[in-house]
């Protein structure tokens, strides 16, 4: 795997212009060398053939010296030093490439930080142990850094890896959120006064008012969303959903309980998650064939998503994550 090209001198990268021509590195680079199936990162890294450094609202530019060598290892560790954690990415590394590497990875730099990261990584999502032995020694690492990604307050300890799992998720679901000056500015105002109606000139019935007004044209948007123009009962009901929606811990039999107020009458209609294929989208006038703006995901997956989904909001609850 190593003495490969993988840094791409470009101007412009999957029809995103770039703020000047340099040399694209991390993530966006190891998704297009190994062909992943996963998104165009949002944030991206290029190292100006300039000497400058600087950053935009999708890019980060440094200079030369950042560099990385041209090898897997080391673009890795320069994705996780400079991008934070890209879940989804990892998970598709991982499918593609054979253990061999992985564990040829792992043992670049045994006892380095990032080595450790990946090792982490690697067993924590594909739920295989590698044949590595224990660590024994050594500072226990944080898997996330949170200059770079918001974290959960409360760790999980692994001993094998001597890393603390930070992550706001599990292994089925883990939503990072990229850290931002505009983002932690919003934290600092305490959001959670503002919707409880504490903040200092603003009377509560003014918030309450504005909150069902809010839900109200949520409701309209998400009926245009599928095409439907619902009655007026229906649309209450949805309201009512979405203002109790929250109330009670969330869990299969309340997401049931709630889908019963939106639905009414469900004599006609299977309740629980879905059994079939589904998407967002229309229908050709003519043929009646689907043109989908996004495919759901396979039913046969629903029952295990869900259940990941579950997990991670009831772990970001107890643990005091950030909510927004």
């Keep these: 795997m190593d003495n490969k090209c993988f840094s791409q001198r470009l101007s412009v990268f999957h029809g995103i212009k770039m703020p000047e021509e340099g040399y694209l590195v991390g993530y966006a680079v190891l998704i297009d060398y190994f062909s992943l199936e996963v998104p165009t990162p949002d944030y991206l890294t290029l190292i100006s053939l300039k000497n400058r450094k600087y950053k935009t609202e999708d890019f980060q530019v440094l200079t030369p010296r950042y560099q990385p060598k041209e090898t897997l290892y080391h673009q890795l560790v320069f994705a996780l030093k400079y991008e934070g954690i890209h879940v989804l990415f990892f998970k598709k590394l991982f499918e593609k490439l054979p253990q061999e590497d992985i564990i040829?990875?792992?043992?670049?730099?045994?006892q380095g930080q990032y080595s450790r990261r990946i090792w982490f990584l690697y067993e924590w999502l594909m739920k295989t142990t590698l044949p590595i032995p224990d660590l024994d020694t050594g500072?226990?690492?944080?898997?996330?850094?949170?200059?770079?990604?918001?974290?959960?307050?409360?760790?999980?300890?692994?001993?094998?890896?001597?890393?603390?799992?930070?992550?706001?998720?599990?292994?089925?679901?883990?939503?990072?959120?990229?850290?931002?000056?505009?983002?932690?500015?919003?934290?600092?105002?305490?959001?959670?006064?503002?919707?409880?109606?504490?903040?200092?000139?603003?009377?509560k019935d003014i918030l309450l008012r504005t909150s069902s007004f809010l839900l109200l044209k949520d409701s309209?948007?998400?009926?245009?969303?599928?095409?439907?123009?619902?009655?007026?009962?229906?649309?209450?009901?949805?309201?009512?959903?979405?203002?109790?929606?929250?109330?009670?811990t969330l869990s299969k039999e309340e997401l049931e309980r709630l889908q019963h107020i939106v639905?009414?009458?469900?004599?006609?209609?299977?309740?629980?998650?879905?059994?079939?294929?589904g998407f967002v989208g229309e229908h050709d006038r003519i043929n009646g064939t689907p043109i989908p703006e996004h495919i759901s995901a396979k039913h046969k997956d629903i029952e295990k998503l869900m259940e990941g989904l579950l997990k991670t909001s009831n772990k970001m609850i107890t643990s005091n994550y950030h909510l927004f």
């Design 139 to 203: 500072n226990f690492i944080m898997l996330i850094d949170d200059k770079l990604q918001y974290t959960i307050p409360e760790s999980e300890n692994s001993k094998r890896h001597r890393v603390k799992n930070n992550c706001p998720g599990t292994s089925e679901f883990c939503p990072l959120i990229r850290r931002t000056k505009k983002l932690d500015t919003y934290l600092a105002l305490n959001p959670q006064d503002t919707i409880q109606g504490n903040v200092k000139g603003i009377h």
């Design 263 to 277: 639905i009414g009458n469900s004599k006609f209609t299977k309740m629980g998650y879905r059994l079939e294929g």
């Design 220 to 248: 309209k948007a998400s009926f245009n969303i599928e095409g439907e123009t619902p009655t007026q009962s229906r649309a209450i009901r949805w309201g009512k959903a979405i203002g109790q929606a929250g109330r009670d």
């Design 104 to 110: 040829a990875l792992v043992q670049e730099e045994p």
